[in-house]
């Protein structure tokens, strides 16, 4: 049998696909065993700290809480932006009346055949799809937790 490039995507697609599985499934069982121990644990109880600080003493605060939840706004909706600038560059891509298969699939990395570079496309598309409804998601549960903070 002979060895084929396309074995490659075999092998590194799923391994990738594990890998990933392994590490959220680790992540997942530190967080909820020893959180002080990640990154997340401790974002967690430093934004505990943050809110009862800014609940205290809200007359003197008001104005740093709204700026702080304002500026993660407008990061989350710089970051749908882009994530739809480039769903809109990829769909005008795949899309494309021209003949430009040929360059194409020299340019995506084991790219062999046009099912594989049409796959590839569609998983990167459906990944800043995804982080469009993420960043869309995280605009409105700041909103809320900015009113939460500020009603006393």
């Known amino acids: ?33 020893q959180p002080q121990s990640t990154t997340i644990g401790i974002d967690v109880t430093v934004r505990r700290f943050w809110v009862f600080a800014m609940m205290t003493d809200n007359d003197k605060k008001n104005i740093v809480a709204v700026q702080t939840l304002r500026n993660a706004i407008t990061g989350s909706t710089q970051m749908e932006k882009i994530s739809i600038l480039l769903c809109s560059g990829l769909a005008a891509v795949i899309s494309s ?27 990167i598309l459906l990944f800043f799809l995804f982080s469009f409804l993420f960043h869309s998601l995280s605009i409105i549960f700041v909103n809320q937790a900015n009113f939460l903070i500020n009603t006393p």
Do not use: Q
């Open 1 to 33: 049998m002979e060895w084929r490039k396309c074995y490659l995507d075999v092998i590194l697609v799923p391994l990738g696909l594990f890998f990933s599985m392994v590490y959220h499934a680790w992540l997942w069982h530190k967080v909820k065993n």
């Open 97 to 123: 009346t021209y003949s430009i298969e040929k360059p194409l699939n020299d340019t995506i990395f084991r790219a062999h055949g046009e099912f594989m570079v049409a796959l590839k496309y569609v998983t």
